[in-house]
């Protein structure tokens, strides 16, 4: 399809591991947008990205959040040393570009840290 | 930190309008209102958005006050499918760069 793909689905992992989160945005998007829902809250940002770079990443909760963007198009959220805190919903949202643009949001990773 | 609060929950009866109201008192004069609703387990999708005039497509219309401090989307006909948690969103800009934060929503409940 054509809108924003996220995998895996959903993952389950343990204490402990690292983890890795894919997004492949609407082909042509240069802004791409990371967020984390927990149940019952609003999406909480992440990080924000504008083209390769990572535009504003003020959203990451610590220094064991990384992602990156290499070429521009796909972008992957790795997460390590796994804390059960980070049960989660990650959503990834791409857009045109900054001016008024409307995101488009995937479905969404559901992390489980066991 | 949101820069927008909603109620909590609202409850709407099936074919009447819904009026969902948003507080954005603290939004500056470049910063446009975004609304989007999250059905659950699904990613948000967009309604509308608007920067000070009101605005008006084929899902809803979002009305903004003069001062911008406050908007309300409204659906015309709610139907069951419109049961959905409807977020209020300020796209702040900084730097050339734009977040859109999110705060906690209004869970819309349509009833037949």
């Known amino acids: 399809g054509a809108g924003v793909s996220q995998t895996p689905s959903n993952k389950v992992t343990e204490k402990g591991k690292y983890v890795e989160l894919r997004c492949d945005p609407i082909s042509g998007h240069t802004a791409l947008y990371w967020y984390r829902q927990s149940l019952g809250q609003g999406p909480e940002f992440l990080i924000y990205f504008q083209g390769t770079g990572a535009a504003d990443d003020s959203g990451l909760p610590n220094d064991r959040f990384f992602a990156v963007r290499p070429e521009g198009s796909v972008s992957t959220l790795k997460i390590q040393r796994t804390e059960r805190g980070d049960s989660a919903v990650y959503l990834c949202a791409s857009s045109r570009e900054g001016r008024a643009g409307e995101l488009f949001f995937g479905e969404g990773s559901r992390l489980t840290v066991l | 930190d949101a820069k927008t609060t909603q109620p909590p929950s609202m409850d709407c009866a099936e074919g009447r309008a819904a009026n969902l109201p948003c507080n954005h008192s603290t939004i500056s004069g470049n910063e446009y209102v975004y609304w989007y609703r999250q059905i659950h387990s699904q990613g948000p999708q967009y309604i509308i958005h608007?920067?000070?005039n009101n605005e008006t497509n084929e899902m809803a219309s979002l009305i903004i006050t003069e001062d911008r401090k406050s908007s309300t989307l409204i659906l015309p006909h709610a139907t069951l499918r419109d049961t959905a948690v409807y977020y209020c969103i300020v796209r702040v800009q900084a730097s050339g760069t734009y977040k859109y934060i999110f705060g906690t929503g209004t869970r819309l409940k349509v009833l037949a």
């Open positions: 608007g920067l000070k």
